[in-house]
Each structure stands twice: as C-alpha cells, then as structure tokens.
C-alpha cells in the first residue's frame, strides 16, 4: 500500500525521536505569544511550515497541519498579540510584526536544539487575514522563498475601495464587529482608520515584483463573500501572471470561505505544493 500522509497514520515511529505536540510561548515585541509545534517524527532537523490564522483566527486549518506533520515536516501556529489568551492588543501591523517574532524563534538555537526545526527551511502558510500577513512578511524578507495564501486578504486595495464607496466605512465597521468582540486592545474604528492610513502599504499589489522571485502558491474560493475573488484573489493573480513569475501557482475552489466542502482537496494541493519545493 502507498502511503498517504492525507489519509494514512504513520507506520510505525522513531523511539528516540517521536513526533509530539509541544506547547510554546514565544516573544513579540516583549508580549508572550501562546504557540504550539507539531513536531515531525525522526531526527531531522525539519522543515516547517509556519501556519497563520485569521481575524480572530476561528478557523487554524490543523486538518492541514497534521497532514503535513505526517509527511515529515513540523508545523508551527501561534496566536497573534491580542488573539486566545496571547498579550498585547491586536493590529494590523502588531500581526505582520508577530510573524516576524515566530520566524526569529524557529531560526533560534533553541528551535534547532531543543525542537528539531531546520532554520534554513521555512515555508509561510496564511489564511485569510493570516495570508495577507503571510504576504506582506515575504515581501519584506528575502530569506522566506516560499508561501501559499488561502483566501488571502488585501487590506490596501480594501481601504481604497472603501474611500470610493460613499457608505464604505459604515460597511468596513460592521464587517469588522463580530471579529473585534474575539481580541484585546482594539475597536472596528482602529482597525478601520489603520486600514485607511496604510493602504499603500497594505496594498499587495506593490509587491507583485517581489513576488515574481518567489514560489508563491495562491488558492481562492468560488463562493468567498469574506475575502471575494474579485477584490482579494483575481487583482494579484493577474497582475502575476502577467509579468512572468519564476514559480508561481493558483487556483480556485468550489467552496466558501472555509472551504468547508473541500478539505481534503485543499490539503492535497498544499501537500503537492510543498513536495516540489526546493530549498
């Protein structure tokens, strides 16, 4: 029988090395993050992928992370300053900052001594809010290669359309609502003039140069009214494609946000994404 690490429990495991699931705190901006690895079986040192959740990070896609632990390589998750019991207060720029805080650790000796982590093999997973920070880190560090973003936001492009609508910020404000009742340290009207104040820097596609020299793999959702293809997926997509990037995939799924109706097919394209990386 082929193994599947989708469908399939591992055969067998190292006794010195066993995979385990580890709970963490990290630090960011001097606030304590709570973190967890799911560490791969064997020796390694392993690579990792670094999962990135939404706002407020209901769904964490651990159905992917295990998968991905059972091809033999680690995951890494934590929460966002202000998110499930993390310190600090919650925003935009506090949540991009932070994964800059989860790539320091898993780059530390201390994730390569006492966790196994390869610090030269990471791999950025973001979802939602968690692809758009995912995102807008890769553009700004040249050491992070590869990254997938699942119904990825784009914040910039968001503020410039809410400034052309004339009822756009009283939309913005009650999208925001439920999600800001979830985190510490802020309101829809600080999300949304932070939004605003940035939009040129939250604006994916001043980046898109960037991305052309990295292995970016890009999923969206048919049915997504959170993150609608037109604004969040379709914009970058083509603007990518259109200027011949090395290594760059997309695709779209015939699901909602959550892609709730295609899990297993999600985590199969990740999978074979992640197989065809080279370091």
């Known amino acids: 029988m082929n193994y599947d690490p989708i469908v399939n429990d591992p055969v067998g495991s190292d006794k010195e090395y066993p995979a385990s699931l580890k709970s963490l705190i990290i630090k960011s901006c001097g606030c304590n993050l709570l973190s967890t690895l799911l560490l791969a079986d064997g020796q390694g040192p392993h690579p990792v992928v670094l999962f990135l959740h939404g706002f407020p990070g209901n769904e964490t896609n651990l159905d992917i992370a295990h998968a991905i632990r059972r091809m033999g ?5 934590f929460h966002y300053r202000g998110t499930w019991g993390s310190d600090g207060d919650f925003s935009w720029e506090n949540a991009v900052e932070d994964v800059k805080a989860a790539i320091d650790f898993l780059k530390s000796d201390d994730a390569l001594n006492n966790h196994r982590v390869n610090p030269n093999r990471i791999v950025l997973f973001g979802y939602s809010i968690g692809g758009f920070a995912a995102m807008m880190h890769a553009a700004k560090d040249d050491n992070i290669g590869s990254v997938t973003s699942i119904a990825g936001f784009n914040l910039g492009l968001v503020a410039d359309m809410i400034k052309q609508v004339p009822n756009g910020k009283e939309i913005a404000l009650e999208n925001l609502e439920l999600g800001v009742s979830f985190v510490n340290g802020t309101s829809t009207h600080k999300l949304l003039d932070e939004m605003l104040a940035n939009a040129k820097e939250f604006n994916l596609l001043n980046y898109a140069g960037v991305y052309t020299k ?7 959702a048919t049915y997504d009214t959170t993150a609608p293809l037109d604004i969040h997926y379709y914009p970058l997509v083509k603007k990518l494609q259109g200027m011949n990037p090395a290594k760059f995939q997309s695709m779209v799924m015939e699901t909602g ?21 080279k370091f």
């Open 257 to 277: 946000h959550g892609f709730s109706t295609k899990r297993i097919e999600l985590t199969r394209t990740v999978i074979n994404w992640l197989k065809e990386i």
């Open 214 to 220: 990295k292995n970016i793999l890009m999923i969206g």
């Open 73 to 77: 390589w680690s995951v890494f998750l």
